[in-house]
């Protein structure tokens, strides 16, 4: 078993940054890729970023490219999520997940993840 802590969610105003922590204990992270989802009220769990166990593939939506940036300490068992210049469109509960396979493979489906954190919420007022 693995359990996922996140924090670092609040209310920020449109164009601000907060910056999430996920910490992982139970298994060492640094064998499995680890990313972040959100999932907005009223829709389906949305992927945002993926880092690899090599911490050098990392894997970004679309929508948040160039605005969010992912990275990990596998000393520690803690992944990171930067978010800079920050929508009303960003706000949503974000998610730290591990993922179910000990390859190099980055992957963007929910599935994919084995292990959940419960969840921080990240407002973007306009």
């Known amino acids: 078993q693995v359990q996922l802590v996140e924090s670092g969610g609040g209310l920020v105003q449109t164009g601000g940054s907060l910056r999430l922590s996920c910490a992982a204990s139970?298994?060492?992270?640094?064998?499995?890729?680890m990313g972040w989802f959100r999932q907005a009220p009223g829709k389906e769990r949305e992927f945002v970023a993926t880092?690899?166990?090599?911490?050098?593939?990392?894997y970004y939506a679309d929508s948040v490219k160039g605005r969010f940036t992912i990275s990990r300490d596998n000393a520690r068992n803690a992944v990171s999520l930067q978010m800079n210049s920050l929508k009303p469109e960003d706000t949503a509960v974000y998610y730290c997940a591990s993922g179910r396979y000990r390859d190099p493979v980055l992957r963007s489906q929910p599935d994919d993840y084995v292990f959940w954190g419960q969840g921080t919420q990240v407002t973007v007022s306009s």
């Open positions: 880092i690899g166990w090599n911490v050098l593939n990392i």
């Open positions: 139970g298994r060492t992270s640094g064998s499995y890729s």
